[in-house]
Nanobody, 116 residues
Framework: QVQLVESGGGLVQAGGSLRLSCAAS?????MGWFRQAPGKERESVAT????????DYADSVKGRFTISRDNVKNTVSLQMNNLKPEDTAIYYC????????????WGQGTQVTVSS
C-alpha cells in the first residue's frame, strides 16, 4: 500500500500563486491532482504519466497550472499561478498502482482558499 502525503495548501489572494507537493511512499504509475469544492463533485485538475511525462489539464486551469513529477523521489507537484476564487477547493493527490487501472491511492487532501 502506497501512502500519499500532500503539502503546500493555504490562503492566497486572487492572482497569487501556490505550489502543492505530494510525496509517495513507493513507486506508482500515473499521478494527478483532483479537487472538490463545497457542493460540487470531485474533478480532475491535472494528471501526468510516469514514463513519458504526458500531462493533461482541466480546461479551467490550462495556462495557469503546471504539473510535474520526480520519479526518483516519487513526488508530484502542482504549480498554481494566477489563482482565482473559483479555484478554492480541497486538493487531493492521487496515483495509480497499475498502468491501466484507476486512481486507487489518495492523499488526505489539502485546502486551497483564494480570496477575491
Amino acid at each position: 500500500q502506497v501512502q500519499l502525503v500532500e503539502s503546500g495548501g493555504g490562503l492566497v489572494q486572487a492572482g497569487g500563486s501556490l505550489r502543492l507537493s505530494c510525496a509517495a511512499s513507493g513507486r506508482t504509475f500515473s499521478m494527478g491532482w483532483f479537487r472538490q469544492a463545497p457542493g460540487k463533485e470531485r474533478e480532475s485538475v491535472a494528471t501526468i504519466t510516469r514514463s513519458s511525462g504526458m500531462t493533461d489539464y482541466a480546461d479551467s486551469v490550462k495556462g495557469r497550472f503546471t504539473i510535474s513529477r520526480d520519479n526518483v523521489k516519487n513526488t508530484v507537484s502542482l504549480q498554481m499561478n494566477n489563482l482565482k476564487p473559483e479555484d478554492t477547493a480541497i486538493y487531493y493527490c492521487a496515483a495509480k498502482s497499475k498502468l491501466w487501472g484507476q486512481y486507487d491511492y489518495w492523499g488526505q487532501g489539502t485546502q486551497v482558499t483564494v480570496s477575491s
